[in-house]
């Protein structure tokens, strides 16, 4: 600890921080870029790997340039916008390769050329922000890497410039009409939080104040105000968490003027969401993903589909014009109803939400007979349970889709799929949040 070494960084590890190799250890440098020749404070020993700090760059990398966003090194939101997008992009891919010659032991790769954006800024169509106090000043944001420290995050550059504008409205009309802030030291004050989220097709924005008790002091004239200071707005609601606990939303939820649910939609399906219900964060490259989902699918009209992890239903409303039956499963009964919802207003009748456990669900349904063409799973970052694994090696469907943010366990799933029976087409990694360390990948695995 605390000794000075000199590194040469070799890539770029999957949090986004460079690593290089010392007495045949890994070395992780937050900030550090593949090239670059690095003095470095050790921070971290562990048996397995050292962490280290950069004092001085000793060669620096022509993909490095000064982060746009003015909170950068404190946020901890992003990870690499210290480097070019298209470097970040090959950085991206490499975590991908890496990963599968690491945990499944693929030194060839069908690896396709990673999805990018043509516009990397401004595509986070959802903030949710802490409320806090900066002396006098009413500050919103989020708390810095590793502390409670409440950081200001006004003119995010990842942040969809409408969810900016209505952001640092609010908190205006919050300072100037009095509206006691919340104050978690002294579980003192009401507004904690606030989420807006705006409709990539409508321009609308939906906006919630989440506040530590039911009474919103001076609502109707704050209802005003957000009115006339921001047309866009077309749902004021006030969601009550009186709770100490981490999760952002309380249980009730009262609209307290415009519309009940927001209406989006991506390519051809409809979502009706409401305050709570999850979305993706970038629509635009959201359809990308999908359209990659449904070229693995490869659908003719007579397939049984399942959509294992299924969410809000989207991957499966994406596939059901193109299939004979799609049959998602899902963990949170709100997500399950959602997904019911979304297609119904998207007038989509071949498809049904179970709500369950993927990993139970599957091999059920196996055991009576029931037998997919093709599943997707899409799980969260643990990867699936060896249960559903176990499932599909033993119902064998034809083609197997896995969406996966997490290229490590995606990996190490894969070489289980990979020994019973499955090769691998390809794999497609997509850019969902350019400048975080954060990639996203589909790939295609067929029945031999
Ligand atoms: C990465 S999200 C996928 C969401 C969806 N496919 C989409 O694109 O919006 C993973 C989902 O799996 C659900 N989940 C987690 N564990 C599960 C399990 N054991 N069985 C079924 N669903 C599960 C989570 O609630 C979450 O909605």
Redo the contacts with the bound molecule.
Sequence with gaps: MGDRIIITIKRIGINGEGVGYYRRKAVFIGGALTGEVVKAKITKVEPSYLSAEIIELEKRSRDRQKPPCPVYESCGGCQLQHMTYSAQLKAKEEIVRESFQRYAGLQELPLRPIFGMSDPWGYRNKAQLQVGRKGEEIITGLYATGSHRLLDISGCAVQHPVVNRVIDQVKAILAELRIPVYEERTCEGVVRTVVARVGQASGNVQLTLITANDRLPDSRRLVQRIREALPMVTTIAQNIHKGKSPLIFGEKTVVLWGEDRLEETLGDVRFSLSPRAFF?LNPEQTVKLYNAVREAASLNGSELVVD?????G??GLWLAPHAREVRG????PE?VQDARDNARSSGVENARFFEG???QLLPEWVSRGIRPDVVVV???RTGC?RPLLNALTQALPARLVYVS?NPATLAKDCQVLLGSGYRLEWVQPVDMFPHTSHVESVILMVRK
């Design positions: 993706q294992a992890y299924c969410g809000t989207t991957i499963i899902e963990i949170i997500a456990r993927a990993e899409d799980p969260p349970d943010c």
